[in-house]
């Protein structure tokens, strides 16, 4: 089993968790792009997006909004790379989460 985001689940791989339940992880990224950076996973392995069902998903954005709440923040930007060309690294399914409680989030040019 190579996935990393399975071994993260499995405690085989250690990390700084926010929030978990039955079926989700949220933990903080190990190369955070902003002073908030958290990455929410399904226990259960997809490849991305695409392949995660609605149902899922649906539970996600609920887990999501705890994640938010336990962090105690408001303004949030939620980010999923869906296949290598769109900058996925990791195929286990993942939403990133990120915020600046200091101030505004920036807007990147991607291309
Ligand atoms: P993506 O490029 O959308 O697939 O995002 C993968 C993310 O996983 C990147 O932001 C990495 O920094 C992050 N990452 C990779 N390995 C770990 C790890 N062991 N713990 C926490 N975050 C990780």
Known sequence: MKCIFCKIIKGEIPSKKVLENDNFLAFHDINP???VHILIIPKEHFENFDKTPKKVLGEMSDFIKEVAKELNITDYRLI??????A???VFHTHIHLIANPN???KWPKLV
Do not use: H, I, R
Request: no cysteine; proline share 7%; hydrophobic share 20%.
């Open 33 to 35: 792009v902003a002073p």
């Open 80 to 85: 999923t790379n869906n296949g290598k060309n």
């Open 87 to 89: 900058g996925q690294e």
């Open 103 to 105: 101030g505004k989030l």
